[in-house]
């Protein structure tokens, strides 16, 4: 056999074996999880199919106080603080596991001395021993080749569980962002109730005074006046516990910027109008863009990484270990070319008996990919619910507040009419007393479904996914060597 023969032979099995060892060291990705309902082309609650998540939506609202509110909570806000901390640690455990892949290497250095007593020699000679010295100085190597894409498909499960953690915190940021904007606009809420519960204090004050100066002159039965005065103080205690709402909101909110809960908030007193509705997209786009989907898939992917590598502890591992340096009684000359010393070796080791705690494994591993695959599709459709309910009920809102406005105005009229007619002597004072109350709760219902809608419409740019850094479709996790050397640092 000529030399030339026997060099291409060994080149052509070197390649085989390279490549038989890059195709088992890639991973194939699971399989995309399919939902257990079918999507329809468009929201039922919405004709509009256009998409375009709206970025930085609560400056719509044109409130600079809340813009401020909302940037420091993004910047303070000691929940997000921790979901940025446990971000930083599901990264530092990609790294971990992407280490296992690599060989380990360590630097030894070793000093022995030791005496040796020389037994079964003759009497004469006495009691002998010898001393002896060792140093050595080595530069150990271990290496488990990853045959089957075992430590592959581990460190893609810990990049997906990573990637997961990145779309956590880009959800909490969104919710972060909702909850400053709901919070600030109950306070203007509360503050705008508080305002109204001091006019009416105010007008019930200045009616109590006419009517006691009629109950005096006689003209009006004492019974009105002490109608009058219950009335007034119903109306006090109800102001107390509009401010008591408004205190409570406050601090509230004080507590999820990361501030101390002193209760000194300044806001607008007034609420905004409602701005035009976010175009809702398709349900696709949503599936694609909601954080809490992208998370609940990309937690499935690395259930599915998980169980292939259980899978694949059923296969034997091969290590690798190595060692050179130096070796000699004297250090004077440890480093001299007659004390070089140098060991390699392979191992292979194949599971043969358990316990059974391989088959367990998988097991596990299968029960956490069934689990993660059923909380992906309710996450989904979680996400799909909140919409179209959202999308309808924002519909309703409108119209209720539309009719509360009228409904408003016209108790507020029926008040001065039904007073004045008291003074002319034609109704009973309890017609009046019935009015101010309506007036009262007719315009505190105005108000609270402007707030209403206001919330709805927060909660809808929660729940289709905007606000802010914006993303396509989630970032695909495979398991090859290559893909998780380049893994970004940050989602």
């Known amino acids: 056999m000529s ?19 890059a195709s088992a060291c890639s991973v194939a990705p699971p399989a995309e999880p399919e939902l257990p309902f079918s999507l329809p082309a468009e929201f039922v609650a919405t004709s509009t199919s256009a998409y375009a998540p709206a970025e930085r939506w609560w400056t719509g609202f044109g409130d600079a106080q809340l813009d401020r509110f909302v940037e420091n909570a993004l910047e ?21 596991n992407r280490a296992d892949q690599l060989p380990q290497v360590g630097l030894g250095i070793g000093s022995t001395r030791q005496r040796q007593n020389m037994l079964g020699l003759p009497d004469e ?45 880009r959800g909490m940021r ?50 009105d006046g002490m ?37 000194r908030l300044q806001t607008a007193d007034s609420l905004p109008e409602v701005p035009p509705p976010p175009p809702a997209g398709i349900p696709a786009q949503l599936l694609a863009q909601r954080p809490d989907v992208r998370a609940a898939e990309l937690t499935l992917l690395g259930a599915g990484y998980q169980l292939g590598a259980a899978q694949r ?23 001299s070319s007659g004390n070089l010393v140098w060991s390699i070796a392979g191992r292979i080791l194949q599971p043969v008996f358990q316990g059974g705690r391989l088959v367990a494994q998988v097991d596990i591993a299968e029960g956490q990919r069934d689990e993660a695959l059923h909380a992906y599709a309710e996450t989904a459709l979680n996400a799909l619910g909140e919409v179209e309910s959202m999308l309808a009920v924002d519909t309703l809102l409108t119209r209720r507040e539309q009719a509360l406005a009228g409904s408003a105005d016209a108790a507020e009229e029926a008040v001065r009419v039904s007073f004045n007619r008291y003074l002319q002597g034609i109704d009973p004072f309890l017609n009046v007393l019935e009015s101010q109350q309506r007036a009262l709760d007719g315009r505190s219902a105005h108000i609270t479904a402007r707030h209403a809608r206001i919330d709805n419409r927060i909660s809808l740019h929660l729940a289709l996914g905007g606000g802010f850094d914006t993303r396509g479709p989630a970032t695909p996790v495979t398991a090859s060597a290559t893909d998780t050397a380049s893994m970004p640092i940050s989602p």
């Open 227 to 263: 109608l009058a005065d219950a009335n007034l103080g119903s109306a006090r205690a109800g102001l107390e516990q509009r401010r008591e709402a408004l205190e409570h909101s406050l601090r509230q909110l004080e507590m999820l910027m990361g501030d101390y809960p002193a209760g």
């Open 174 to 223: 969104q919710s972060v962002a909702a909850q400053v904007a709901q919070l600030y606009f109950d306070i203007v809420h509360a503050r705008a109730q508080v305002e109204l519960s001091e006019r009416t204090v105010t007008a019930l004050e200045e009616m109590a005074r006419q009517i006691n100066n009629r109950v005096q002159v006689g003209i009006a039965s004492p019974a």
């Open 125 to 169: 000679f006495g009691d002998m021993s010898i001393i002896s010295n060792n140093h050595n100085v080595t530069l150990d190597v271990s290496w488990e080749l990853d045959l089957w894409g075992r430590l592959s498909a581990l460190t893609a499960a810990a990049r997906a569980e990573y990637l997961a953690s990145g779309e956590q915190l």
């Open 3 to 21: 030399f030339r023969f026997r060099m291409a032979r060994s080149l052509r099995t070197a390649t085989l074996t390279m490549a038989l060892l």
């Open 76 to 96: 303070r806000n000691p929940a997000l603080a921790q979901a940025i901390a446990r971000n930083q640690v599901a990264e530092a455990r990609v790294r971990v």
């Open 313 to 335: 502890s059923f296969l034997p591992s091969l290590s690798l270990t190595g060692s050179g340096g130096y070796a000699g009684s004297e250090l004077s000359d440890l480093f």
